[in-house]
């Protein structure tokens, strides 16, 4: 299984930003997915997560109200709509698969990784 992030950039604080992953190879349709960053000098986070079965999702209470995950299986891809940005925010952010079907927010469920967008969020 491959990932593919993208969509990071350079925003000013209150505005939005799509980040999509692509998944190619053996397609996990069934696993749940999430999205997790890393700022400078902090540890990684978990940040949203989808289940592989009914979609149900869980957010990170930072995160919450402004992010929204989803994903589309018919493209392969899991998509972050990041709005209402905050400099807080800025990180490199890490889209993977898990080896379950219900979402988790614990990293070491996560066992395929893609190379990660940057998010940059100044005025």
């Known amino acids: 299984v491959q990932l593919q992030a993208s969509g990071g950039g350079l925003v000013q604080p209150g505005d939005s930003l799509r980040l999509s992953c692509l998944t190619s190879?053996?397609?996990?349709?069934?696993?749940?997915m999430g999205w997790f960053r890393q700022a400078p000098g902090k540890e990684r986070e978990f940040v949203a997560g989808?289940?592989?079965?009914?979609?149900?999702?869980l957010y990170d209470d930072s995160v919450k109200g402004r992010f929204t995950i989803s994903r589309v299986r018919a493209k392969n891809t899991m998509y972050l709509e990041m709005n209402s940005l905050k400099p807080e925010d800025t990180a490199i952010y890490y889209c993977?698969?898990?080896?379950?079907?219900?979402?988790?927010?614990?990293?070491?469920?996560?066992?395929?990784w893609g190379q990660g967008t940057l998010v940059t969020v100044s005025s």
């Open positions: 989808i289940s592989g079965d009914d979609g149900a999702t």
């Open positions: 993977a698969v898990s080896r379950s079907i219900s979402y988790t927010l614990n990293a070491e469920e996560y066992n395929y």
């Open positions: 190879g053996r397609t996990w349709t069934r696993h749940s």
